[in-house]
T-cell receptor, first 112, second 114 residues
Framework: ETGVTQTPRHLVMGMTNKKSLKCEQH?????MYWYKQSAKKPLELMFV???????ENNSVPSRFSPECPNSSHLFLHLHTLQPEDSALYLC???????????FGQGTRLTVV | GDSVTQMEGPVTLSEEAFLTINCTYT??????LFWYVQYPGEGLQLLLK?????DKGSNKGFEATYRKETTSFHLEKGSVQVSDSAVYFC?????????????FGQGTILTVHP
C-alpha cells in the first residue's frame, strides 16, 4: 500500500474512445503529478498540480486533459489518442513542491 | 537544463555479488538527489535520498553518497539478492521554483540470478 492509488491498472482503448484515469492519494499531500513512462525513454513529467492549481504543463498534447477537483484526487481525461500514446501512466504526490514524490502503481494504457 | 545520466544496462549479477550503478547529474544550484526502484508491474518506490553535498542516503542495504565535486550519486549494495531484481532510477529535484519537478535518468535494469 503506497498511499497513492491509481485506477484502472490496465486499460485498452480505441483511438476514438474517451476514457479517464483516476488517482487518489491518502497522504494529505498538497501536490500531485502525472508522469508518462514509455518503453526505452526516461520518465516524462506531464502535469503538476499544487493546491488544486495547475502549475506546469510540459507541452502535452491537448488530447490529454488533467483535472484536479480537490487535493486528494487527480484525473487524466483521454480522447482521440494515438497508438504512440500507449505507455504506463504514473501518478505521484508530494507534501509540497520540492519534496520527494510518492508514486502509484500506474495505469498500463494500450491504444489500439 | 537539468539532466541525469545513468550507466547503461541491463546489469546481470549473481546473488551476493557487489552492485554499483553509476549516476551523474547536471543541474544548477543544489539539487536533492534520489534513487527510485520499480519492481515488475509496479510503480516507482523511493529507495533513498540525499539533500546536500556529502550526505549519504541508505535503505535496505543500498547506499549512495552525494558527491558535488564529481556531480555523482552512485548506488551501491554489498551483497545483492534475487529480490533486488528491478529497474533503478536516479533522479534529481531542484525544488523551489522548479515546482518540485523530478528529472529522471533512463533507468537501469538489474537482474540477480541465484
Amino acid at each position: 500500500e503506497t498511499g497513492v492509488t491509481q485506477t484502472p491498472r490496465h486499460l485498452v482503448m480505441g483511438m476514438t474512445n474517451k476514457k479517464s484515469l483516476k488517482c487518489e492519494q491518502h497522504l494529505g499531500h498538497n501536490a500531485m503529478y502525472w508522469y508518462k513512462q514509455s518503453a526505452k525513454k526516461p520518465l516524462e513529467l506531464m502535469f503538476v498540480y499544487s493546491l488544486e492549481e495547475r502549475v506546469e504543463n510540459n507541452s502535452v498534447p491537448s488530447r490529454f486533459s488533467p483535472e484536479c477537483p480537490n487535493s486528494s484526487h487527480l484525473f487524466l481525461h483521454l480522447h482521440t489518442l494515438q497508438p504512440e500514446d500507449s505507455a504506463l501512466y504514473l501518478c505521484a504526490s508530494s507534501q509540497d513542491l520540492g519534496t520527494e514524490a510518492f508514486f502509484g502503481q500506474g495505469t498500463r494504457l494500450t491504444v489500439v | 537544463g537539468d539532466s541525469v545520466t545513468q550507466m547503461e544496462g541491463p546489469v546481470t549479477l549473481s546473488e551476493e555479488a557487489f552492485l554499483t550503478i553509476n549516476c551523474t547529474y547536471t543541474a544548477t544550484g543544489y539539487p536533492s538527489l534520489f534513487w527510485y526502484v520499480q519492481y515488475p508491474g509496479e510503480g516507482l518506490q523511493l529507495l533513498l535520498k540525499a539533500t546536500k553535498a556529502d550526505d549519504k542516503g541508505s535503505n535496505k542495504g543500498f547506499e549512495a553518497t552525494y558527491r558535488k565535486e564529481t556531480t555523482s550519486f552512485h548506488l551501491e549494495k554489498g551483497s545483492v539478492q534475487v529480490s533486488d531484481s528491478a529497474v533503478y532510477f536516479c533522479a534529481l529535484n531542484r525544488g523551489g521554483t522548479s515546482y518540485g519537478k523530478l528529472t529522471f535518468g533512463q533507468g537501469t535494469i538489474l537482474t540477480v540470478h541465484p
